[in-house]
Structure formats: structure tokens, C-alpha cells
């Protein structure tokens, strides 16, 4: 058998059920890792070893019992560690967000995301580094260090799922959680090396404690492989009663999807920047296009160029509500000063919005909607860079003295995310190019976006272009144990 760290999610809950290797020797495995490696990445806030022993030892005692069961009947992830990101709660563990502001806060429950997870037999192994209120697409939080790419650890994880990425692709875990508002999953894909989707609205659930809002941010995983994120989309995708958005079940299973014939697909291929006017795009950001219009032509789909479905200016419509959401985070009166000046400054701009302003945003995003549905009529997929960059050097972004001119900075960097939170529809980062920039190898994703509900499509099709370019599983110079 393979290291241990070095299987997928469900190669390792197989080699579990199996009996190849045992609970106790998977946690123990990536205790080390996490307490050794993690440091080097900023991976995580939190490392729970009781919590992921304990975890482990039910697994054992649940593996014991089952002797003569068939081994479909287990929890699909048994055994396998999958730490939680601190945007979402676990019980009795800390829980900052990433905040100076919530300094000493215990989560009193399990958010619904980790009781689906803790649900599959994942062990709970600790919490993932994020951003203050998971805001920006830098993991540079006051109250930990950086999360760092493992490909090159000058440069950022991405964010705000940064540390959650950065525990995947330096072998510490085969997935990790993460949540995505406006390209929180696919942006640290990106700059990481890894596979990131954000689904559409709808097909994860917010409850039975959140609620959708204006429906921008929904919760995933990253991981090394398209199987695995299909596989805990199917964990994930279960709803709770009272929703506000519900999507129709897939045909099968969305792991299942990843065995089927997408058929002949019209692909629309996008490099213009939306959000942003002014975004250079890099050299190699251009070039992961190129490869992978490529080999999706080589597979027999139709290729045709599409424009930007509506302008940055249009585009500012989504500023009242990102900043609402940020005034509406429970910040207590006295801790405000000890936001960092990005949060400030969203939160003052929120308070300059009236509910009329309000409203009509909720409006605008929905015309853009009928307006990018209208545009991008004639094809079936979308393919476009996930970055204009690849993975920034820390501090680059993060502006403390101009945070408007931070969030400029942002939206150059990722001037095509956001736009599927805006819409609702999914889309998925893929790790499919990496080039050498100043003298080291970096990865660049390529995103692909489909229609609403169109999960299945999307994964289709990101399989059969993993098994015609598998990428690498691990950065260059990872250390092997």
C-alpha cells in the first residue's frame, strides 16, 4: 500500500473498511503530519488530537462490529480525517473565524456541515486556518500565522479556505472543508494545486442552524481528485427541513457522474476579467486555458469564445450585499476596534447603505443572473482561468493603510469567481497547468462553470479531463513521511 498520506479520501476509507491499515494508524499518521507540517503552512488554528483519537477509536469499535456486514453499509468516509474550517462550529472546540474579535468563543454546537461529515465517519482532526470573517482571497489572519502554498511557501495559500488547502496539498489530509462566497474554495484550489467546487445554490444546505441570506456562499471541500469531491458532494448535499433554496436529487450519485459520457458539449471559453477594469491576467494563466481547450477539443467538444456576460461596473451591485453580510457578523460593540481595517471598512461602508440600496441590490444581482443566463445561452460550459495570477507573495495584497485599495487588489486577482456566487450556478477549479515563475514551478487552475443544478455535467466532464492530464498529487519537494 501507498504512505498513507499519500491516498485519496476514498482509496484510504477503502484500505480502512479493508482492513489494510486501521483508524489508530491513520490518525496517528496525520497527527504527526498536521503537528510537524502544518506550522510550515499555516494550515491550521486548532489541532483537536483528543477529539480525532476519540474519533478514531468509535471508528475502530464501529470497523470491530461489522464483521460479516457487507462494507457498503459503513459510513462512505470512515476513518478518514477531514478537518473543519473556522467559519463553521464544532462543539466545544474554539471557534475565531479567523477573528481577534472573538477571542476565547467556544462553539456551543456542531454547525450542519460537520454533523454530515461527522455523519460520513470523518474524524474531526482540528480546525483550518481563514481569514478575519473569512473576507478576503488571502489567508493573513491577526490571530495566526499566513496559510502558505506548499508549492512555493513565500506565496499565499489563497484564501479564505487558505489553510484548508494547505493542509490538503502538503499530505497532511486527503480533504478538508471549506466554504466559498465568492471563490473562497476554487481561488486556494488554484493556488495550491487542488480540485475546488463550488456547487450551486441550493445543493448544500445552510441548516439547520444558518441561513441563506442572499444566497452568495456555500460550504465544499478541496481535495486531490475530481472522485473525492463528487463523493463528499453526495455527502454534503442532504437537506435539512425549512429551506429557502432546494435543488431537484441528481440522477444517481454525483460520484457516480464521474463514469459518465458528458456527451458533446458546447464550451464557451472566457479570459476576458469581469469584476475588475483593470486586471492583468498572466502569461500562464492564459496558457492553462490553451492546454485545456485543448484536450477538451481533442475529447470532440465544440469550442467558441464568449464575453464577459455583464461590466465591472455592473458588478459593483454585489458590493451592499457583501458588505451587509459583513456589518451583520455578531461583532460585540467594544471588540470593534480590534477588527483588522479591511472588516472596518466594510462594516462602515455596510452602514452608509440604506434598505432601499439594499434592495435594489438584491435586485441588480438578479437581473445580472437572467442577464449572464441570456449571454451565455449558447454553450453549455464555461472555461476560464480561476486567477489572472498565480499564488501572490504574502503581504502583496493585504493593504492595511488603503483597504479600498485592498479590495481593488482582490478583484483583479479573481476577476472571474465571484461571478458564480452572483448567479448561483457551479463551477469547479482544476489544477490542470503549473509553470515555472522566478525560478519555481506554481500551479494555475482552470475553471469550469456550468448551469444551475448542472453538478453532474460539471464533474462528467472534470473527470474525463483529470484521466486525459492527471496533475500531480503533491507539490514538488513535498516531504515523503
Given at each position: 500500500m501507498s504512505e498513507i498520506h499519500e491516498l485519496s479520501a476514498l482509496?484510504?476509507?477503502?484500505?480502512?473498511?479493508?482492513?489494510?491499515?486501521?483508524?489508530?494508524?491513520?490518525?496517528?499518521?496525520?497527527?504527526?503530519?498536521?503537528?510537524?507540517?502544518?506550522?510550515?503552512?499555516?494550515?491550521?488554528?486548532?489541532?483537536?488530537?483528543?477529539?480525532?483519537?476519540?474519533?478514531?477509536?468509535?471508528?475502530?469499535?464501529?470497523?470491530?462490529?461489522?464483521?460479516?456486514?457487507?462494507?457498503?453499509?459503513?459510513?462512505?468516509?470512515?476513518?478518514?480525517?477531514?478537518?473543519?474550517?473556522?467559519?463553521?462550529?464544532?462543539?466545544?472546540?474554539?471557534?475565531?473565524?479567523?477573528?481577534?474579535?472573538?477571542?476565547?468563543?467556544v462553539a456551543p454546537f456542531d454547525d450542519g456541515v460537520a454533523t454530515l461529515l461527522r455523519g460520513a465517519g470523518t474524524v474531526m482532526v482540528g480546525k483550518t486556518n481563514t481569514p478575519e470573517l473569512g473576507l478576503p482571497p488571502y489567508t493573513e489572519p491577526?490571530?495566526?500565522?499566513?496559510?502558505?502554498?506548499?508549492?512555493?511557501?513565500?506565496?499565499?495559500?489563497?484564501?479564505?479556505?487558505?489553510?484548508a488547502a494547505a493542509a490538503v496539498a502538503a499530505g497532511i489530509v486527503p480533504a478538508a472543508h471549506g466554504n466559498d462566497g465568492g471563490g473562497s474554495l476554487r481561488i486556494p484550489a488554484s493556488a495550491c494545486g487542488l480540485v475546488g467546487l463550488k456547487a450551486s445554490r441550493g445543493r448544500v444546505s445552510r441548516g439547520p442552524y444558518g441561513v441563506d441570506g442572499p444566497g452568495l456562499a456555500i460550504d465544499g471541500v478541496l481535495t486531490r481528485t475530481v472522485r473525492d469531491t463528487a463523493a463528499f458532494l453526495d455527502v454534503l448535499s442532504q437537506p435539512w427541513p425549512g429551506e429557502t433554496y432546494h435543488l431537484p436529487t441528481p440522477q444517481g450519485t454525483f460520484l457516480e457522474a464521474c463514469e459518465r459520457d458528458p456527451g458533446r458539449l458546447r464550451v464557451g471559453v472566457l479570459t476576458e476579467p469581469i469584476a475588475a477594469t483593470v486586471a492583468p491576467v498572466h502569461a500562464e494563466a492564459l496558457a492553462a486555458v490553451d492546454e485545456a481547450a485543448t484536450l477538451l477539443e481533442r475529447m470532440g467538444h465544440h469550442l467558441e469564445p464568449v464575453a464577459a456576460p455583464?461590466?465591472?461596473?455592473?458588478?459593483?451591485?454585489?458590493?451592499?450585499?457583501?458588505?451587509?453580510?459583513?456589518?451583520?457578523?455578531?461583532?460585540?460593540?467594544?471588540?470593534?476596534?480590534?477588527?483588522?481595517?479591511?472588516?472596518?471598512?466594510?462594516?462602515?461602508?455596510?452602514?452608509?447603505?440604506?434598505?432601499?440600496?439594499?434592495?435594489?441590490?438584491?435586485?441588480?444581482?438578479?437581473?445580472?443572473?437572467?442577464?449572464?443566463?441570456?449571454?451565455?445561452?449558447?454553450?453549455?460550459?464555461?472555461?476560464?482561468p480561476t486567477l489572472a495570477q498565480p499564488p501572490v507573495p504574502i503581504g502583496s495584497l493585504r493593504d492595511d493603510e488603503d483597504p479600498a485599495g485592498d479590495f481593488r487588489a482582490q478583484?483583479?486577482?479573481?476577476?472571474?469567481?465571484?461571478?458564480?456566487?452572483?448567479?448561483?450556478?457551479?463551477?469547479?477549479?482544476?489544477?490542470?497547468?503549473?509553470?515555472?515563475?522566478?525560478?519555481?514551478?506554481?500551479?494555475?487552475?482552470?475553471?469550469?462553470?456550468?448551469?444551475?443544478?448542472?453538478?453532474?455535467?460539471?464533474?462528467?466532464l472534470a473527470a474525463a479531463l483529470e484521466a486525459a492530464d492527471p496533475w500531480p498529487a503533491f507539490a514538488p519537494g513535498l516531504p515523503a513521511a
Open positions: 482509496e484510504l476509507a477503502d484500505a480502512i473498511r479493508t482492513g489494510e491499515v486501521s483508524p489508530d494508524e491513520v490518525v496517528d499518521h496525520t497527527l504527526d503530519r498536521a503537528h510537524r507540517l502544518g506550522p510550515d503552512v499555516g494550515a491550521f488554528v486548532h489541532v483537536a488530537d483528543d477529539r480525532a483519537r476519540a474519533h478514531a477509536d468509535e471508528a475502530a469499535e464501529l470497523l470491530a462490529g461489522s464483521r460479516g456486514v457487507d462494507p457498503a453499509a459503513l459510513p462512505p468516509f470512515l476513518g478518514v480525517p477531514v478537518p473543519i474550517k473556522d467559519l463553521t462550529m464544532v462543539a466545544g472546540l474554539p471557534f475565531r473565524a479567523g477573528s481577534a474579535a472573538l477571542e476565547d468563543f491577526d490571530v495566526a500565522p499566513p496559510a502558505r502554498s506548499p508549492w512555493d511557501t513565500s506565496r499565499t495559500a489563497g484564501g479564505s479556505s487558505g489553510g455583464y461590466s465591472a461596473e455592473q458588478w459593483e451591485a454585489f458590493m451592499p450585499l457583501w458588505a451587509v453580510g459583513v456589518l451583520q457578523a455578531p461583532v460585540p460593540p467594544e471588540a470593534e476596534s480590534s477588527l483588522v481595517p479591511l472588516t472596518r471598512w466594510l462594516r462602515e461602508l455596510a452602514r452608509g447603505f440604506s434598505g432601499a440600496e439594499y434592495a435594489d441590490a438584491v435586485a441588480a444581482l438578479q437581473r445580472l443572473t437572467r442577464q449572464t443566463a441570456l449571454a451565455w445561452s449558447d454553450v453549455d460550459v464555461v472555461l476560464s478583484r483583479a486577482f479573481t476577476p472571474w469567481t465571484s461571478t458564480w456566487n452572483i448567479i448561483g450556478a457551479p463551477s469547479v477549479s482544476l489544477p490542470l497547468h503549473r509553470a515555472v515563475v522566478d525560478g519555481v514551478e506554481l500551479p494555475f487552475g482552470v475553471m469550469l462553470g456550468a448551469r444551475t443544478g448542472r453538478e453532474e455535467t460539471l464533474l462528467a
